[in-house]
């Protein structure tokens, strides 16, 4: 599987973060895979933000504290991430990952993403 | 959550050393811990899974070892490609967590 974030590089604070990520050789309706978004700060480190499985079902970090979906278009096979009301401590490379039997084996390389007004 | 603690932070060591990293888990995640090298600018990558599994394609001198809440990483000798840093992540209890990481340099 290959994995590749896109999206702005930089949002303004309050407002909301949109990312995607184009994946090949696999579908993002396949069953094999968790289809999870993590984080990385010089702040607080790698943070898993939560994951899709089954196209629907989602699984999220609490500490995001209700301010992040998690979808997929099967249409285009594409992942997406949103997350509301951002702010300077959100400034991150922000990572898709797939997770398979409890381990993250495949990594897109990563969009870094700046909160600043 | 459960809190991953690695020690040491950083470590400095010489091509062809053995080299030891040990992960803490702050309760049991049982044999759910999974290894990740990264090296500047690039993503983190597997080379351990389920404590002690080798990801295919890693090279043999890394291994793991380790159950419940202690585990560690071992590099047998090290190549200059190794220094890098390195985290346990733990895949038993959402929300998953990693190790603060430990960064291998060249002495």
């Known amino acids: 599987v290959q994995l590749q974030e896109s999206g702005p590089g930089l949002v303004k604070p309050s407002e909301t973060l949109s990312l995607t990520c184009t994946v090949s050789?696999?579908?993002?309706?396949?069953?094999?895979?968790?289809w999870t978004w993590v984080r990385q700060s010089p702040g607080k480190g790698l943070e898993w933000i939560g994951y899709?499985?089954?196209?629907?079902?989602?699984i999220y970090n609490p500490s995001l504290k209700n301010r992040v979906t998690i979808s997929i278009d099967t249409s285009t096979n594409q992942l997406f991430l949103k997350m509301t009301s951002v702010t300077a401590v959100d400034t991150a490379v922000y990572y898709c990952?797939?997770?398979?039997?409890?381990?993250?084996?495949?990594w897109g390389p990563g969009i870094l993403v700046t909160v600043s007004s | 959550d459960i809190q991953m603690t690695q020690s040491p932070s950083s470590l400095s060591a010489s091509v062809g050393d053995r080299v030891t990293i040990t992960c803490r888990a702050s309760q049991t995640v049982s044999r759910y811990l999974n290894w990740y090298q990264q090296k500047l600018g690039n993503a983190p990558k597997l080379l351990i899974y389920g404590a002690s599994t080798l990801q295919s394609g890693v090279p043999s001198r890394f291994s793991g070892s380790g159950s419940e809440t202690h585990f560690i990483l071992t590099i047998s000798s090290l190549q200059p490609e190794d220094f890098a840093t390195y985290y346990c992540?733990?895949?038993?209890?959402?929300?998953?967590?990693f190790g603060q990481g430990t960064k291998l340099e060249i002495k």
């Open positions: 990952v797939t997770e398979e039997r409890f381990r993250f084996d495949s």
């Open positions: 050789g696999d579908s993002v309706s396949s069953d094999s895979y968790y």
């Open positions: 992540q733990q895949n038993n209890i959402t929300p998953y967590t």
């Open positions: 899709i499985y089954d196209s629907e079902n989602t």
